[in-house]
């Protein structure tokens, strides 16, 4: 007899979340080039991450902490962002929410925020 995990995301949404690793914002994609292979302070990210029924851009394990890009489709999609949010929390995942433009124009202080919202989490 097998349990059902909620928090295991189908085959659909991990599906999905392969989908979103082919096809990035330009600032998903500076940001996992200044993420990936341990760059930022040695800390591990995973990009694209499904949990559930939801997939989370950027998450770091180690400290629990997942990190979202919104850009302008987030206004069209406020309240699965909220449930989103909502089902990371209770799952004891901190998030941290930065514009796409944000990462663009100040990439230095956005890897600063993202080391400093990890840091805090453990």
Known sequence: MSSHNPWRADYAHRQR???????????????????RNRQL?????????????YI??????????????????????ADYDQ???????????RI????NAFVLEKTQEALRMIERFCRETK
């Open 17 to 35: 979340a392969r989908q979103l690793r082919q096809v990035n914002t330009p600032a998903e994609r500076l940001l996992w080039e200044r993420l």
């Open 41 to 53: 302070a040695g800390l591990k990210f995973r990009r694209q991450v499904p949990r559930g029924r």
């Open 56 to 77: 989370m851009d950027f998450y770091c394990p180690e400290h629990k902490a997942a990190v979202e890009l919104d850009g302008s489709v987030h206004a069209a999609q």
């Open 83 to 93: 449930a989103r949010d909502d089902a990371l929390k209770e799952n004891s995942i």
């Open 96 to 99: 941290l929410h930065l514009t």
